[in-house]
């Protein structure tokens, strides 16, 4: 039986569900990276970056190529750019609300 859009959806935000894979996506989003960048960039023990690549490699979102001792990642097409981009405006609306809605509260007469 195939798997319900809304839950393909939902595993594939899940996916995305961890701070060093984004940070890798936005890495990458610069252009192809070799490990060594990576692990320089995110600071990272080298186990914990490799099972966070290996996910995001088995979910097709990222590519690797290996030439010697070499893997580079990259990303596998330009729409995980436009989706970080579209999450980051999201982001800055809510909070953009948010800080206009505690400012209100900030100003508001104390009620008696």
Known sequence: MPVPLYEA???FFRMLGHPVRIRVLELLQAGPRPVRELLA???????NLSQQLAVLRRSGIVTATRTG?????E????EVAELLATARRILSDLLTGQRRLLEELRTAEPVR
Not at 69 to 73: A, G, I, M, R
Not at 75 to 78: A, E, T, V
């Open 69 to 73: 001792s070499t893997v580079v990642y």
């Open 75 to 78: 990303l596998s097409g330009g």
């Open 9 to 11: 959806k939902a595993d």
């Open 41 to 47: 960039e995110i600071e990272i023990e080298p186990s």
